[in-house]
């Protein structure tokens, strides 16, 4: 189900303020634990900091993005600049998986290798907890905003505040079975674990990113939106090349309409200009071109490409 349509002033505000919160949160969030991994030597918080770090460029990729999408059309680029966003969240999406990668091979040197014992664990169980909570509830505000806006490259940077959740509990987890236990190599089997679904999780955005930038159709829930929509308008006898795609957060849909061989240009103006103001209005933000065509028996039982 679509949720309710923002407008797109509101969207454009909405987005920058998710941003700035990404950004701001993942900077301090890197600095605090770059410290605890110096103070503590553990090697599964450093690789957190690391992932930190890498959150910050994602964090300023859609803080930058946002803004380049939301310039309106110009000569150079009638459609405006919404694959910006695509683009954003496909850059980050790779990035992630580089930092599966890193992590993956951190934690089998470490379960094959012999490394010195975690110092001041005390200090880095505080820095983690404070950590995970911190992420879930910036991770929930951005996902709420991607949500409302339906931004790409929120709903990215989103998804890396969470999985920064997940990976500063699954450290978390570690160092307390560390603490309990002395088992050294808690850290990189937690690790390893964690991985794996940070992995599925940076594929899934990858996939929806590259959907985009190729000009897939929307979804099904919203195709189904449009034709109801179209089959509603008064006066329309049918309809056929309906066309969609997106970019960045605004919808593009373009179609024929066929109109009764009488129909006037006035008439036939004024009832795609009320079908154009209801798509625009409820499938918000969007952009819609119609092409009327005369009913013509002849091929009226010939099959039309309705996608």
Request: glycine share 6%; aromatic share 8%.
């Amino acid at each position: 189900m679509l949720n309710a349509p923002v407008h797109a002033t509101a969207a454009k505000k909405l987005t920058r303020r998710a941003s700035a919160v990404s950004v701001l949160f993942n900077l301090a969030s890197t600095i605090i634990k770059v410290v605890g991994a110096v103070l503590t030597g553990s090697v599964s918080l450093f690789s957190e900091a690391v992932h930190s770090a890498t959150d910050v460029v994602a964090s300023l990729g859609a803080f930058f993005s946002v803004r380049v999408a939301a310039l309106p059309p110009d000569d150079e680029h009638p459609y405006g600049h919404g694959k910006v966003e695509s683009l954003a969240g496909f850059g980050e999406s790779v990035l992630l998986l580089g930092i599966v990668g890193y992590i993956f091979y951190e934690a089998i040197v470490r379960l094959t290798t012999h490394h010195a014992p975690v110092q001041k664990v005390d200090i880095g169980l505080l820095i983690m907890a404070l950590s995970a909570a911190g992420s879930f509830i910036a991770g929930l505000y951005v996902q709420k905003t991607a949500k409302e806006t339906r931004s790409t490259a929120l709903a990215s940077n989103g998804q890396h505040l969470m999985v920064d959740c997940v990976t500063s509990l699954g450290v978390l987890l570690a160092l307390l079975i560390t603490k309990f236990t002395g088992w050294v190599h808690a850290d990189a089997a937690v690790a390893l674990l964690f991985g794996a679904w940070l992995a599925w999780g940076a594929w899934r955005m990858l996939k929806r990113a590259f959907h985009e930038l190729i000009d897939r159709r929307l979804p099904d829930d919203e195709i189904a939106k449009i034709r109801a929509i179209i089959s509603a308008q008064e006066g329309i006898i049918s309809f056929h090349r309906l066309r969609t795609r997106l970019s960045g957060q605004t919808r593009w849909i373009d179609f024929h309409v066929v109109v009764p061989r009488d129909c006037s240009v006035v008439e036939s103006h004024e009832m795609v200009d009320i079908l154009e103001k209801r798509l625009r209005k409820e499938m918000a933000p969007a952009q819609t071109v119609v092409h009327v065509d005369p009913y013509d028996p002849a091929k009226a039982n010939q099959p039309r490409l309705d996608i």
